[in-house]
């Protein structure tokens, strides 16, 4: 089973930028999709991104299509998540997320069965 630990998380204003990074251990990762979540204050822990395993295909929630790009790096097993024009509405704990092997990318939680601790991104207006 995929280990993974999320970084890259702080403080930012808005319209700025941050890249969160996902470093995952165990010899799947490679050949698992993966994806990224966020659960703000209150809410419900919500779909951002996903990506398959190759990296060929990548899903994104309207919330933030257009102004967030996930991609992988098989050698490094590592993912991440570019975030630009940056909201005050992105500020929450984000989560990355190991799905099934040979997967394409997926926003149902149900879906990914080993999750990280999180890394907050606050946004500030």
């Known amino acids: 089973q995929v280990q993974v630990v999320e970084s890259g998380g702080g403080l930012v204003q808005a319209g700025g930028s941050l890249r969160l990074s996902c470093a995952a251990s165990g ?21 951002i991104a996903a990506i398959s395993w190759t990296g060929g295909s990548t899903k994104y929630s309207d919330s933030v299509n257009g102004r967030f790009a996930i991609s992988r790096d098989n050698a490094k097993n590592t993912m991440y998540l570019l975030m630009n024009r940056l ?27 080993s999750w990280g601790q999180g890394t907050q991104v606050t946004v500030t207006s």
């Open 87 to 113: 909201k005050p509405e992105d500020t929450a704990v984000y989560y990355c997320a190991a799905g099934k092997p040979f997967g394409g990318p997926d926003y149902q939680k149900s879906q990914y069965n």
């Open 27 to 47: 010899r799947t990762f490679s050949t698992s999709a993966m994806g990224w979540f966020r659960q703000a204050p209150g809410k419900e822990r919500e779909f």
